[in-house]
């Protein structure tokens, strides 16, 4: 597997970091993940948008420009066997010398990109839907920042891990806020619900699309605090990542999602946002404007 490393390219294998990286002392560093599908980086320009805010918001000078980004990004993904892969980039403050919380003067940052086969949900995941539980969410008060600090995420996801699931939805303060690697959107009446972009959770970038979708095909939406109890009875509940991309949540805690005949089966609108995301999905990787 191909990987980047601080100005080379070189396998994966072979990529060697400082123990003294800030990143690994401190969880000093930021990262993001970008879909590549048939060899074409899926929203690259909001990725690379959202890694300068992560950046700035961790007073993290960005080491590169776009063009310079967009250049290493895109011969990795020619240098991988791979059609479609999952491309991760982390950036840290860097290694100093010695172990010191303050920022360090004069070091440079670490930079470190690789890429692996897409692992997209199964079929049969697409079709039936996922198992999710629910668990308190622990997290600070910078969750719109993309940061490497991802024990509480890794805490929360073994939850679900252990009680056979696929992911764990947070709650704070008896608000939905996402899930431990996810975005989760609410279905009541027909409407969409989303929970609002603040410190609270990551703006996802499979959540803009989807709310772009929505507006784009006239689907009924709303951007509001969404509650415990409006979860727990929603009538359709689905996880967007850029992995998992529009993923039904069959049950909640056990309890399955839906009513009558459609009770922890997708239901409509789910359906259609799946659709209308994978439409938009092929046309952009197919290389048409979008
Ligand atoms: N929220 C969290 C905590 C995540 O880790 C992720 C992705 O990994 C998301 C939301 C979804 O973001 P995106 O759609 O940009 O992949």
Redesign the pocket.
Known sequence: MTAYLNGQFLPLSEARISPLDRGFLYADGIYE?IPVYSRTPFRIDEHLRRLQSSADGIRLPNPHSNDEWRAIILRLIAETEFEDQTLYIQVTRGADIKRDPTFPKGITQTVFLFTAPLIRPTPEQRENGVATITAQDIRWGR?DLKTVALLP?VLMRQLSADAGCTETVMLRDGFLT??????IFVVKDGIILAPPKDHR??P????DMVLELAVRHGARHEVRPISEAELRSADELWI????KEVLPISTLDGQPIGHGALAGRPGPVTRQMQAWYSAFRDQVTRGADA
């Open positions: 993940v969750c995420n996402e899930g431990s690697a996810s975005n959770m990551l996802g970038i499979t959540y967007t990542s850029s992995t």
